[in-house]
Every structure is written in C-alpha cells, then in structure tokens.
C-alpha cells in the first residue's frame, strides 16, 4: 500500500521555504513479527517554531535530532493506531506524539506515545492546547515564571499556541496581561477572544520601549518571552525589581545566521531579575496534573483556543513556513485525515 | 578643625578620570545637640566598581543616589566614632558601613552602620573579605549559584575583591574551579595563593570560547558574572544543561555608552540555564551567619585574601580610576588612617 510522505530536500538557510521539502511516495510498512512496534494513521500534524531548529545542522544538540537530508519530516502530531506489537497499545486507540509527516508512520518505540483518554474534545486540540504547547504554556507559566495574583504579565508571539494560553492561564489567576503580536487581527483575536487586558502589533510600533512603558506604566513582573532580540532589549528596560523571565523560546532569530545582540543585560543584575530557559520535555510528569485542570475549564468556557487549520499532507510545507512570517492566526494545524 | 575630602567635579564621560574628582578643604562637623548623628574618623576607604555607576546620571535608578557635581564621594569604608549621639553607638567604636571620602564624616542616620566586633583581624578587612564584597560572594555563591560539590565553576575578574572569595568557597565545597583575569600576575595569584584549578588571562586569548573549552572540557555548571560582553557571550557556548550564571556585575560595559550585544541567548532556553541578578543589599541579614563561617577559616588559613592597598586620601581616585584599568591586585583599599 502506498504512503505518501514530506521528506527534507535541502537544509534551511536563512527563511524555511517550501523548496526545502519534497513529497515522495514509498510503501506503508508493518509490524515486523515479534517487534513491539505500532503503525498509526496520521491525523493532525503539529507546526511547532522549534521544527526550524531542526532543519540546519546546528552546534549545539537539541533534545531532538536534526533532520537528515531525505529523511521524512518527523514531529508531534495526533494518530490512531492501526497495527500494534505492542501490549499497551491496541488498534483503534488514538495517541499523541512524535509521529512522521506522512500517511502513515510505524513507529519502533511506542513508549513515548500519549494514549489519548478524553475523546470528547476535538483530537487536534492535542496538537495544541491538549498536547506539548498546552503543557508548555502550562509549566513556564506555574513553574517557571512563580507567578501572583495581580503580577503585571507579557506575552510575546501571543496569538501563538503556547501564548494564547499563557495569558488566558494570567487571567484566570487575577494578572495584568498584555501580549504582542504581528497583525491587527491578531490583536483584536487577543483582545476579545481571549481577554487579554490590552495588546500591540510590534509591526507598527517605532519605540517598543515606549510602546511598552505606556501599557505598563508601573513596569513588568513576569515576561513570558517567545521572540528574543530587540523586543527582549525593551522588555528589560520595563522590568520590575524581582520580575521573572521564562525563556521558552526566540523564535525571531531562529533564521538568522548570528542572532542579534541584547544591549541591556546589566538590568539583570541592578534589576535582580531571574530569566529561566526551560525546556517542555523535562516536565512530562506534569502532564496528568495539567489535563485534570485544563480539561474542565475548556469545558465551561473559561479557556478559549483558536486553531489555523490547514488541509492535506501537500500543504504541510507552507503552513511551516507561514509561521516564520506570521501567517498563521493561533495554533497552526495540518489535516492528514480525519479519523 | 580642617577636614580634607574628594568631590565630584564632574560626571563621568566613558572611563573615569582623575580629573572628575577634585579636593576641597572644610571644616568638621560635629554632632549637633539632640540630634542622633554620629561623626567618625575615616580610617580605611573601599574603591568598588560600582562607584562608576554614580558618578554619572542614570535612568534606572539603581540602590544608592548618584553623586552631585560638587558633593562628597560616598561609599563603603571603616571608620572609628569620635563623636556620638546615638545609644548604640559610643566614643571609640569601629564601625563598617557607607561613609565619605573625607578625613571626618557626620553620618546623620547611623543604622546603617554596622559594629565591628571582631578587631583581631585586620580592620581593612572589613571593606573586603569581612563586608560587602565578602558577603557579596557568599550569599552569591551559596544562595544564587546553588553550588553542589564537584560542579564546573568559573569565575569572572577572579582576582577582585568578590572573585577571589567566590572561587574559594567553590574549593571548600569541592568544586573544579577557573578563573578569569587581566594579568599574568593575577593568573600566577589566582592559581597558587587561592588555590583556583586552574586561571587564564583573557586579554591572551583570541577565542574566548575555545579558551573555555579547553578549561572545561564537560562545560560550566555555575558561571559566577562579573564583567558582561564578549565574554558572557563565550560562557553562553560553554554552558552545560541547567548550568547557574549569578549576576553580579558587568564591569566590563560600565564605561560605554552602549552596552556590547550579547549574542547567544537563544542557549538560555536550549540548556535551559538560570540566569539570576541579585544585589547584596537584598541579603543583610545573613551577615551574622556569613562572618560566623568566614572568620574561622581566615583564621585557620583556609581562606586567603589580597588586599591592593594604597595610601592617603589624595590618591582614592587614582585607586578608583585603576579599577577599570586593572591595575589592582587583590582589593583596593585606599588608607586614610591607620587607627
């Protein structure tokens, strides 16, 4: 039977383009006899910013290896299993986690997979709010950023699918937040659809520590940083005494050769503040904890989501790119299939 | 009675100068009647790098006011009461604390001044080792850097006041320890009288970053800051997963008008690094358990410490100015008098 796939044609250099990738066709595997491998069907594929890390050999090791050249696409997305070898796993069961970007995937160590237990959600929400971005805007915000009640919050790339959350998680518990973003839609989508106290296109500001200082006047305690370069730079300036920085990401200088540099690192120390780079896979054992308090506010409203839904494997190259030029409006998400 | 003192004759443009002080003649104060003030008799005067940060007008306000065009410098030093309205105060007491830089002061509010109890050491010692730079490395090292026995520690300006103690407590706790300095005198001091693993002069080396690696072939587990810049930027590269970088100061970017770009954050999130300002006014009240810890060990020769001392008030600035020249040895002291 046969499996169509994207593989890497060519290692990123500078902007991820659609040329970098191919489509080819191959033929779905099985189980081999013995082996306690799975097959899934691939449903919903997941675009994560962290993916363009992986697609240039970079020096320092990620937790993921980089892609090789001809090799499938692989990241997080949602699928149903269709042949197991494995005793935890069963046909049918839906599951989230590292999968290929094709049809079809066999994969040979089926222990990180996640057996998807509450079906009554729309299973791309485990691509995004219920998946890896979900827990990560969980754990940096609770864990990493020691919030309080009332705390002045920042949000950068905040319509994305990890900052969306992260200032609806801000609300829920009494902050002050704003986020940035790169369009006007983007920022009404942050102002009505997901109650953020104001918001700014970063495009359209000249000054962004002026653009900052107006919407914290009395400055920053938690920046909930996604972007990195000039817009860290004005951040530090706006900080408070003790505030807290979560670095979960710098998605602005992923496609840069030398990222650029940040002027106002002395603030730091004057400022006593605290910037903490984490890392989502080493918080997994919070998965559980996080579903039990997500799931029910979902449920009642409490928690918007908002999805950028993409059909077909073939659009899966250009809904990657779309995201280094801020086309995507929430958590951009592929369709393979639908079940 | 006379009383000589170095003022502020301007701000600082860059490096300071000499220049910028002058020395005035006044008359001493003495205390007024009913009013709680002290006079003291300067006996020992600290030169530390943070003086430059208020000898020009700021935007961020850091702990302790700017100095005036025409005003006393004021900073740290060892003093002996003269003249006393205050009840915990008498005639006779040695006291640390902030001070000017004048034969007498007349401190108004003297609660700030702390006691010293212990006279069997050096009185100089308590611009130093016994007082704010001392327990500046202590509380940096214990309480920010969270040190475990057998961590990779490297310190910054190693030979001052603060590197010189921070990499000797790393060694009572069994860390691998380098340090960092401006002179091949320092690297001979920091490796034979402190005891440091190993020491290189940074002006040297022409790869900041392969001159790390050769040091820490396994990365750096705690990086204790002092100078910012390029080699922050090369510490960054060597860093191990959820290494610990205390900052306690950027001497190197105190005298530019812009800071240097530091390039490598991106790592931050990555190696999931914590990277944490602090200033030790936040951290007082541990001096009592700081000085019950330090003292034995200066005593029994565990510890050692180098003092730069130089004589006579009219030379602080020249002392002052050395410090961003490297022309220190050990910590400035600058001697007013001796008792």
């Known amino acids: 039977m046969a499996n169509k796939k994207v593989v890497l044609r060519s290692y990123a250099d500078g902007l991820p383009k659609v040329s970098d990738f191919e489509f080819v066709e191959a033929c779905r595997q099985a189980v081999p006899e013995g082996s306690t491998a799975v097959v899934v ?86 691509t995004g709010i ?46 002050y937040v704003v986020g940035s973003c790169g369009s006007d839609e983007k920022v009404e989508l942050l102002r009505s659809k997901f109650g953020f106290d104001d918001a700014f296109n970063y495009k359209k500001e000249r000054d962004l520590r002026a653009a900052l200082k107006r919407r914290f006047p009395e400055g920053i305690d938690i920046y909930f940083e996604n972007v990195g370069g000039a817009l860290l730079d004005a951040v530090l300036l706006n900080m408070r005494r003790h505030g807290r920085i979560a670095v979960c990401g710098m998605v602005s200088q992923y496609n840069l050769e030398r990222h650029e540099g940040v002027h106002n690192l002395a603030l730091v120390n004057i400022k006593r503040l605290h910037m903490k780079g984490f890392v989502v896979f080493d918080h997994y054992q919070l998965y559980p904890q996080f579903l039990e308090s997500t799931i029910p506010s979902i449920k ?26 801020g086309r995507n409006v929430g958590k951009q998400v592929v369709v393979v299939a639908r079940d």
Chains 1, 2 share one sequence.
């Open 41 to 126: 069907k691939n449903l919903y594929l997941s675009c994560d910013p962290y993916l363009r890390n992986l697609m240039s050999k970079k020096e320092e090791p990620f937790d993921v290896p980089e892609f090789n050249i001809g090799e499938v696409i692989s990241g997080f997305g949602v699928s149903r299993i269709v042949e197991s070898g494995h005793p935890d796993f069963k046909e049918g069961d839906f599951v989230w986690g590292i999968t290929g970007w094709e049809e079809y995937s066999i994969i040979n160590k089926p222990d990180g997979l996640i057996k998807i237990k509450n079906t009554d959600l729309p299973l791309s929400y485990y």
């Open 130 to 175: 219920l998946g890896m971005p979900g827990l990560t805007a969980y754990v940096g915000f609770h864990e990493i950023c020691s919030p309080n009640k009332g705390d002045y919050v920042f949000v950068s790339a905040a319509s994305g699918a990890v900052g969306q959350l992260v200032g609806q998680f801000a609300k829920l518990l009494g902050c």
């Open 300 to 325: 009642e409203g409490k928690i918007a989501y908002v999805e950028d839904v993409v059909e077909g494997l073939e659009n899966a190259p250009a809904a990657l790119v779309g995201l280094f030029e």
